[in-house]
Structures are given as C-alpha cells and as structure tokens.
C-alpha cells in the first residue's frame, strides 16, 4: 500500500471512510477534507446493477444541475450561417463551421462541449476518431445535435451535462466545486439521482443502484448511505 501523505492523513482523521453517511453529511465532510489549493470538482461515482454491453441495458441521459457545475464550459458551435448570431448571443465561445472542421482534423480540441444542427452531422463524421475518445462526438439524446442551437448553449452553460454508464457499470460525473456549499452540493447530487432513476432499464433485474460515491480532486471518497438518499 502507498504511504500517505501528511494531508491525506488529516483527510482521514476527519471521518470513517468505511462508514456510510447522508449526502448532507457526506457534502460537509467533502468540504472538510479537500486540501488542493484549487477549487477542487465534485464528483459522484454510482455503480449500477446493468449489463452495459447489453444495448436495452445502456443507461445513458442528461440532467440540468440546479447549481450548475461550476465550470466555465467552453462550447464550440458548428452551425450554418444563419444560426452564428442565434449561436454567439446565446454565449458560445467558439461559431462556425468549415474552418473549424479544419482546426479539429489538425487536432484542436480546445474545448468541453460541441453543440451542432442535423444538416451538418454528416460533416462531423469524419472527426469521430478526434472526438470520440475525448467524448466530444455531439449526440441527439444528449441535446447537442439540435435545430435550436441557442436553446442548447444556454442549457450547456447554466450547468446541464450529460452522461453513461461506463463499461464496468459505473456513471461518473462532475457535479460542483467545493466551494459550493453543503447543501448545493447535496442537492446537485441528489438531481442525478433523480434522473437516473427515472432511466432504470426494464430489463435490469436485481439492485438498481448498488453505491455511491462522492470525492473531489484528489481527496478520498466518502460512501453514501443509500438509505437516506430521496427515492431509493
């Protein structure tokens, strides 16, 4: 086993990492327990009870955070013409279409999210291997292949992310910063939660949700008392 640090140490001291705690309680003791100098992100690890190389069993979805994430999101639209202004009033950092096809093929991806229309999908297929390691490939389930692209900027920056079950059954997302307070940080929490529950495959037999998780940047995880989380 590594040998902890000074900090980690004081981390620990703080709770019992084998003990379960509210997601109130649990949010404080992330407070308490971060020790980065920067704001730290928060996040929520759930490990599910489904088989994701099945397709009916692949949880994936979208959730607005009512607190948001924290995170400046830089959004690059690709759009045609007449969306660029709809696009840059919205907030986009980035607008256009070709000359940045061009910046990604030559491997620019300085940015979180992309947001485009469906007459230009086609155009993005070729950026796949680009995008998709990187989990920048837009999507219609996750909202950002739309027609209403200012709609979809708007939604991005006020904190909507999306996410899916990985391949060992785990969803993991960012869901604040530490300088949130308790409460936000449990109620963001909490919302995606809610949001996966209500996208429970019918075809997934047993425990559901079967942990959670939360941590911030290199801090220890604090378990979740299933039994005190809304709607489990």
Partial sequence: MAKLTKKQKEALSKYDPTQAYSLDK?????????????????DIDIRLGVDPRKADQMVRGVVALPHGTGKDVRVLVLC???KNEEAKAAGADHVGLDDYIAKIEGGWTDIDVIITMPTVMAKLGRLGRVLGPRGLMPNPKSGTVTLEVGNAVKEVKAGKI?????????????????SFDAAKIAENA????????????????????KSINLSSTMSPGV???????TGL
């Avoid at 909490?190 to 949700?209: C, D, F, H, W």
């Avoid at 378990?223 to 989380?229: A, H, S």
């Fill in 26 to 42: 649990a949010a404080e003791i992330l407070k308490e327990i971060s020790y980065t100098k920067f704001d730290s992100s928060v």
């Fill in 80 to 82: 045609t013409p007449d």
């Fill in 162 to 178: 999306d996410f899916k079950v990985d391949k060992t059954g785990i969803i993991h997302t960012s869901i604040g910063k530490v």
């Fill in 190 to 209: 909490q919302e995606v939660i809610n949001t996966l529950l209500k996208l429970k495959p019918s075809s997934a037999k047993g425990t559901y949700v």
């Fill in 223 to 229: 378990i979740i008392d299933k039994g005190t989380v």
